[in-house]
């Protein structure tokens, strides 16, 4: 081992201290930076992921639309479900109705589903009732919108459609369609659950005269994370229709999620580089405090370089160590992540406030290898030049005066 | 009769520091010249900067004007301030010993620094020749002064240097400890060969040496 790393080690740990103050403190205090980076970091990962699943699950992998309805969909179906990259494929038709109980209206988007589909993401959203029990005579309603009219599973809604109004003007008496509340659904998404009311397709292109005609597709991919290549591959071809991938449906959402992980990761760089500073001012106080032993190394023959490894090298050993440190806290604190906001809720009475406002049943969590690495990598840079600017300092200096100042 | 070998030579050395009233010249035109083997002493009053002319033969400071040189083996006279740690031992009032190593660990990191890793034999003779033997591993807060004062002995010794610098090393010791100290620093010097210069107050310990200068008014000349 080099005399240097030696003298830093037995700097740092001094024997017979088991906890001496410099390396404790300073190490806690990097790893306690490191700790709110990544913790922040992966709790917004999470966070990201989930709303991804969540519009990937409310919306699709990728979305097949054009300008005017899609004629003879089975074809295209047919040649999409054939397709390598596709997992499924499902027509859909949508639009605006009016949904009304009793005295209470409201806006609702109907969606038109195939209700035999078991891989309908909006059956995992399912709070009350039951997904199976959708036929031409029932209807699924998002939690808020069933809130709105005032109605639970086992209720009635009256629908009216558009093409409701075409009849009127055709003399005809325009009937609502009459539809019972066979489940409620929670996505977390407020536009899906204020809105949504989904029946079976065949209802909907009778309520709204669309005869085998579908508004679009929604396909889910077996690589969704490749959903922009695949959707342009698939677009080749086919110009009359647009294949949107599932990054594109809520990009502006997503975008404010990663700006929101990018501002937030600012902010605890400027803990991290605190934290780094006050290293940078122990270690100087630490230098200056060993100025005459620095002296007596370059007495002994020490280079310039050789002085800055040693001090150079405290910061490094700091940051390597408070960074591990780092990594232990953050893995505790996300362990523990629930038993943590539980006692937060309990002491300030927030309620819970991941399930009320983001509606998530816990904390979602993901980890990023490269939010380690690069946490790792900014820690070990600051400390060490947090070390080096004191050790250039005492590198510097005569050694004469090294040792009478001290 | 063959001339004695010139291990340290010191010509012209000027040194002055600031200070309020202009320069205060410290040395004018040093002269000192040491051969193998033998022991110079200096004394001089507080401030009359014996310190200071020790710097300078050892390469510690940069004078003014004037050079220092000692002899390294198969190089001959090489400047001291380019040479540090090579062919000259230090040892000083205050002992410097690294306080989070013991007494061997001390006396090889001299050897380390210098380049020398695989000391660990040599360094634990020495500290036994200093009678140290069985307090190798404790730390310099565990040594009493006098303890601290030979382990810097054995480390100003461990690279074999042709010359070795002493300043006021028995200051810090009371009378019978810094006369063992000087007995025995006397004593080791004289087995290896090594010449001595001894910065001091003591005109006791400064009688022991082979010669005897006196540095007054930035001058040095023979008691």
């Given amino acids: 081992m080099p005399w240097f790393l030696h003298l830093a080690l037995r700097q740092l740990f001094p024997p017979g201290k088991r906890f001496p103050a410099f390396a404790t403190v300073s190490i806690l205090g990097v790893g306690l930076g490191v700790a709110a980076l990544l913790v922040v970091q992966t709790v917004m990962n999470g966070f990201g992921e989930e709303h991804r699943l969540r519009i990937r699950e409310s919306f699709g992998d990728c979305v097949v639309v054009a300008r005017t309805p899609i004629e003879r969909p089975q074809d295209l179906l047919k040649a999409l479900r054939a397709d390598p990259a596709v997992a499924s494929a499902t027509p859909f038709s949508e639009g605006p109705a009016l949904a009304r109980q009793g005295d209470f209206s409201n806006v609702a988007y109907v969606r038109g589903i195939d209700p035999t589909d078991a891989g309908h993401p909006a059956r995992k959203y399912v709070f009350a009732g039951g997904f199976d029990e959708l036929d031409d005579g029932r209807v699924i309603l998002g939690f808020g919108l069933a809130r709105a009219l005032r109605v639970q599973v086992g209720d ?15 003399g005809k008496a ?45 396909l889910r991919l077996k690589e969704p994370a490749q959903a922009y290549e695949i959707a342009a591959r698939l677009n080749v071809g086919r110009p009359t229709l647009q294949f949107v991938p599932w990054q594109e449906i809520k990009k502006n959402f997503l975008e404010a999620i990663r700006f929101e992980k990018t501002m937030l990761f600012f902010l605890m760089f400027i803990i991290t580089l605190v934290a780094s500073f006050s290293i940078g001012s122990t270690l100087f106080s630490a230098v200056i405090r060993r100025s005459r032993e620095v002296g007596v190394l370059v007495a002994l023959g020490a280079r310039r370089l050789d002085l800055v490894a040693l001090f150079g090298l405290q910061g490094m050993l700091i940051g390597a160590l408070g960074t591990s440190l780092g990594f232990l806290l953050t893995w505790l604190i996300l362990a523990f992540r629930e038993q943590i906001l539980g006692t937060i809720n309990s002491l300030f009475g927030n309620g819970d406030m991941v399930a009320n406002v983001y509606q998530f049943s816990k904390v979602p969590l993901h980890y990023d290898a490269s939010d380690f690495v690069v946490a790792a990598a900014f820690t070990l840079l600051v400390t060490t030049i947090a070390g080096l600017v004191p050790a250039l300092w005492a590198a510097g200096r005569k050694p004469s005066e090294a040792m009478r100042d001290a | 009769m063959p001339e004695p070998t010139i291990v340290l030579s010191a010509r012209g050395l000027q040194k002055s520091f600031a200070s309020p009233a202009g320069p205060l010249a410290v040395l004018r035109s040093v002269d000192l010249v040491v051969h193998a083997g033998e022991s110079v002493s200096i004394r001089g009053s507080s401030g009359s900067g014996k310190t200071t002319l020790l710097q300078l033969l050892g390469g510690l400071d940069v004078a003014d004007a004037g050079e220092a040189n000692f002899l390294l083996p198969g190089r001959g006279l090489v400047p001291a301030r380019k040479n540090l740690g090579k062919g000259v031992g230090f040892v000083f009032q205050n002992y410097q010993l690294m306080p989070e190593l013991n007494a061997l660990e001390n006396v090889l990191l001299a050897a380390q620094v210098a380049g020398r890793p695989a000391a660990a034999a040599e360094a634990q003779a020495l500290l036994e020749s200093v009678g140290l033997g069985s307090r190798l591993r404790h730390l310099p ?74 540095l007054s008014n930035g001058v040095l000349s023979p008691a």
Wanted: negative net charge; hydrophobic residues 45%.
């Fill in chain 1, 174 to 218: 325009p009937l609502p369609a009459v539809f019972e509340v066979c489940a409620l659904v929670r996505t977390g998404f407020t536009e899906v659950d204020d809105r949504a009311a989904f029946i079976p397709l065949r209802r909907f292109n009778q309520l709204w005269s669309m005869g085998d005609r579908v508004h679009g597709l929604t």
């Fill in chain 1, 156 to 170: 009635k809604i009256e629908v009216w459609s558009p093409a409701m109004a075409e009849r009127a003007e055709q």
């Fill in chain 2, 141 to 214: 807060a565990q040594l009493s002064g006098g303890e601290c004062q030979r382990v810097a002995i054995a480390r100003a010794l461990i690279n074999r240097p042709s010359v070795l610098l002493a300043d006021e090393p028995t200051g810090n010791l009371d009378e019978a400890t810094g006369a063992e100290v000087m007995r025995l620093l006397l004593e080791v010097v004289a087995q290896r060969g090594t010449a001595l210069v001894l910065v001091t107050h003591s005109r006791e310990f400064a009688a022991r040496t082979d010669r005897q200068w006196v």
